[in-house]
């Protein structure tokens, strides 16, 4: 049984990349914003979840403990394109 990604970036090239490089051994799905992230949790949990840190409607630390409430086993990972420490 295939493990569950879900990726979560409101960059679609980057959603795109990253589903084409993993969707061989596991079942991916994406979100595009917080808001479909939220709609997301309400469905079947994700083993590992690769979630943006600047999201075009929410900041990703923000919805990292959503996550863990709704799925406390999955992984999360947090990605960003920025090149600052801040």
Known sequence: MKGKILIVDDEADLRSLLKSLLETDYNVTEADSGSALKKALAGE?????????????????DLLPLIKKSWPDAEVVVLTGDTTIE
Not at 45 to 61: E, F, K, Q, R
């Open 45 to 61: 949990p994700c083993d590992v979840v690769l979630l943006d840190l600047n999201l075009s409607d929410a900041n990703g630390l």
